[in-house]
């Protein structure tokens, strides 16, 4: 069974650092690119960055670019996203999710992770 | 702000059918494959369709999705009560090297 399990959301100050997890298991990570997509409160999806298996590409959202970078570790099955100088407007649920191929759908989501932006 | 256009919601009785459009350009739907989610309340996304029309196993054929041109759409037939959510589209942007999502749209099953 494919399980996706995200993990580091919390609370943090504008101009701060986040570090969110997504671990893997039940399927060859290592064969699969994998993505972030952000839900802000009532609100909708926001595709924020993809990393393909091998990490040979990778891209951003122009919302996030130079703030957020993505990446993987497919020995230890998971993927992350490094969030710096965060500000009150990426305050969302964070989901990973698999892709079969790159820049394309995502077949399997995880449960996401709270991410506030507050003072 | 999103490039693809959803209707904010639609309705129908149990056991009726609804259709969501999804408007497009040719950077986006014209030109790649659509996916449609579905969102229940409180939980995260699930693919419902891929590829414009294939359905993921599990997915009943209740569901069903087209594309013509840059505008997509999504078909659900015997509304249940079960089905009420957001329901998204999806597709890569060539030009924006950038994967995009509709703005949603609530169906309520009335």
């Known amino acids: 069974e494919v399980q996706l399990v995200e993990s580091g959301g919390g609370l943090v100050k504008p101009g701060g650092s986040l570090r969110l997890s997504c671990a893997a298991s039940?399927?060859?990570?290592?064969?699969?690119?994998m993505n972030w997509v952000r839900q802000a409160p009532g609100k909708g999806l926001e595709w924020v960055s993809s990393?393909?298996?091998?990490?040979?590409?990778?891209y951003y959202a122009d919302s996030v670019k130079g703030r957020f970078t993505i990446s993987r570790d497919n020995a230890k099955n998971s993927l992350y996203l490094q969030m710096n100088s965060l500000r009150a407007e990426d305050t969302a649920v964070y989901y990973c999710?698999?892709?079969?191929?790159?820049?394309?759908?995502?077949?399997?989501w995880g449960q996401g992770t709270l991410v506030i932006v507050s003072s | 702000q999103s490039v693809l256009t959803q209707p904010p919601s639609v309705s129908a009785a149990p056991g009726q059918k609804v259709t969501i459009s999804c408007s497009g350009s040719s950077s986006n739907i014209g030109n790649n494959y659509v996916a449609w989610y579905q969102q229940l309340p409180g939980t995260a996304p699930k693919l419902l369709i891929y590829d414009n029309n294939k359905r993921p196993s599990g997915i009943p054929d209740r569901f069903s999705g087209s594309k013509s041109g840059t505008s997509a759409t999504l078909g659900i037939t015997g509304l249940q009560t079960g089905d009420e959510a957001d329901y998204y589209c999806?597709?890569?942007?060539?030009?924006?090297?950038?994967?995009?999502f509709g703005t949603g749209t609530k169906v309520t099953v009335l």
């Open positions: 999710a698999r892709s079969s191929c790159f820049s394309c759908y995502g077949e399997y």
């Open positions: 990393i393909s298996s091998s990490s040979s590409y990778i």
């Open positions: 999806g597709t890569w942007d060539s030009s924006l090297s950038a994967y995009v």
């Open positions: 039940g399927f060859t990570f290592s064969s699969y690119s």
